[in-house]
Every structure is written in structure tokens, then in C-alpha cells.
């Protein structure tokens, strides 16, 4: 363990690089443009936008590592005790996996709630077989019984959705809203010892691989600064707002440029949201979209009846 320590201080590194990433991407790599966003650009608004963005990752992780790392203790003990993935998995309280089930129910997708149902119930079946003395009629119960009914409520939930994917060709929800059902009760117990190790470490090692691309893809989309439509002598500029003074407005447009506009010159400005883009799956579940979130159910949220005409043009103003 103490050979590994220097990894610690190389934590708080990944979201400093990720940070500024997001500043270059943000500046179509040209220097002096980063180092003007640096200068005004707040890191709060940088951290809260990471956490925003990257706030399923929680659950994701936990989830995975507790169900592979129970996974490879019920099926191969032996090998389970010199394993770093079981050894993570067995530090991780109860309170923390039942926090990562209701994060993810609130913050996941609606298509992805059948994985998390399916990771929820593969940790219970596999935690009852490792701490349970006798077994039988409790692993009859969480790892045949409950999954089986699990898996006939949600078909009877999603199935309406799964014959619109079906009909869209929308072969990725199809797969997440019917696979996972049916492969709960499969993943409730052992597998043979021969394959454990290969069962619960390779699919650890490519989501350890994966993630901090997918993370730093995903920020790098993120908006950091708020987008505006300003009606200025010469036509409509649309971009980021750097800063504002009492003299000028400084904007970075659509292309990267950096725009000073003085305050005279700016007849009126329309705050453009990004948030109103068409959803790229047609499938709903009961009226509800598959790429919706229950927290989105929850918060309120502002619903603008059309986006500004200007929102949509492009930078024409020198």
C-alpha cells in the first residue's frame, strides 16, 4: 500500500487538468484567448459545471465495484483475498451503496434505470450468499424469486417503450431496457471459479480505461460561460459572455473569436438556452422521454415556448 501513496497527491490533478482542457477547447486552442478566459472565468463556475456534469459517475463507480468485487468473493474466495477489486469493494459500506442507488435513480436516465435496477439486485442476491450462513432459502429469494418478479414489472413498465425502439431502430434503448431485466438473475450468483477473475476484472479494467475519457468528452461539451444574442448597429452577435463593464461587453463568438462591444453600440440582448435541443431518441415511456431524468420530473424547470430567432444566427458584427 505505501509503494502506491504517490498516486494520492495525483488525485486533485484530474480535475485541474480537466479544467483546463476546457479552457483550451473553449478558446479554439489559441493562447492569448485561454489566458483572457483564465483570467475572468470563475473556478466555482468550473467545479459546479464538472459536478453537474459528471454527477451519474457516483453511482456508476460504486455500483460496479461492489457487484464485481462480490461477485469474484462468492465465486472464488481464494483469489478473491489477493484481489485489489474485491478488497475495494469489501471498504465500501452498505449506507454508501444504498446513497449511490437513490443518486443514480435521481440523475440517471430513464433508459438507464433498468441497469440500475439490475446492479441494485445483483449486489443484494451476492451480499445475502457471502454473509448469510445458511443460504438456501434466502438466496432462493433475492437471487430467483426477486429478480423474476423484477424483471416481469419492468417488461410490464417498458414494454410499450421497447416496441417503439423496435420500430424506431433504435437498437441501443432496445438493449438497455430489455437486456438487463433478463440478465438480472444471472448475476446473482457464482459463476465457475475458472472465470471469475476473467469475469469481474476485465470488465473493471476497461471501465477504468473508459471513464476518464468519457468524463473528459463529456466536460468538454459542457457550457461554461452563458450564451447570448446581442443586437448590436451592424447586425446580431451571438457568443459566451466573458465579462461585462461599464464601458464594453467582452464575448467570445461562435468561432473562437473575442469580441469587445462597446456598451453603446448594444441595443438589447437575448439570453440563448442551450438546453432546448430536440431529443435524439423518439422512444417515451408513458409520455415520458427515455432520455429524461426523474430529478428532472422533480425540479422545476422552465419551459420557453420558442427559441429566439437570434439564438440560431451567427457572429456578424466586427
Request: net charge positive; glycine share 6%; charged share 15%.
Amino acid at each position: 500500500m505505501t509503494d502506491r501513496q504517490w498516486l494520492l497527491p495525483l488525485l486533485p490533478a484530474f480535475p485541474l487538468v480537466l479544467l483546463v482542457l476546457r479552457l483550451w477547447y473553449l478558446s479554439r486552442q489559441n493562447l492569448q484567448t485561454m489566458l483572457l478566459l483564465v483570467q475572468y472565468v470563475s473556478p466555482l463556475g468550473l467545479l459546479s459545471t464538472l459536478t453537474i456534469a459528471l454527477l451519474w459517475v457516483f453511482p456508476a463507480t460504486i455500483l460496479l465495484t461492489r457487484a464485481l468485487g462480490a461477485l469474484l468473493l462468492v465465486s472464488d474466495p481464494h483469489r478473491a483475498a489477493q484481489s485489489r477489486l474485491a478488497r475495494v469493494a469489501g471498504r465500501i459500506p452498505d449506507w454508501v451503496v444504498v446513497v449511490a442507488v437513490v443518486v443514480g435513480a435521481l440523475t440517471w436516465q430513464l433508459r438507464f434505470l433498468p441497469t440500475l435496477v439490475m446492479a441494485t439486485l445483483s449486489i443484494l442476491g451476492l451480499v445475502i450468499r457471502q454473509r448469510v450462513a445458511n443460504v438456501g432459502a434466502y438466496a432462493a429469494a433475492t437471487g430467483v424469486v426477486l429478480p423474476f418478479v423484477a424483471a416481469l414489472l419492468e417488461y410490464t413498465f417498458f414494454g410499450p417503450a421497447i416496441v417503439d425502439a423496435i420500430r424506431e431502430g433504435e437498437a441501443v434503448t432496445v438493449l438497455l431496457l430489455a437486456l438487463p431485466p433478463a440478465a438480472t438473475p444471472l448475476l446473482t450468483g457464482p459463476v465457475p471459479a475458472r472465470a471469475a477473475r476473467a469475469v469481474t476484472h476485465w470488465p473493471a479494467a476497461c471501465a477504468a480505461f473508459a471513464t476518464p475519457f468519457l468524463i473528459g468528452v463529456i466536460f468538454l461539451r459542457a457550457p461554461i460561460l452563458p450564451t447570448v444574442a446581442m443586437e448590436v448597429d451592424d447586425g446580431v452577435l451571438v457568443g459566451s459572455v466573458i465579462t461585462v463593464d461599464d464601458r464594453m461587453t467582452t464575448v467570445i463568438d461562435t468561432g473562437g473569436a473575442v469580441r469587445f462591444v462597446l456598451n453603446d453600440h448594444v441595443r438589447s440582448k437575448t439570453l440563448c438556452d442551450a438546453g432546448d435541443r430536440p431529443p435524439a431518441s423518439r422512444v417515451t415511456v408513458h409520455g415520458w422521454s427515455v432520455e429524461q431524468t426523474a430529478l428532472s420530473w422533480i425540479a422545476p424547470a422552465r419551459r420557453p415556448a420558442a427559441i429566439d430567432p437570434r439564438c440560431e444566427g451567427r457572429a456578424t458584427s466586427r
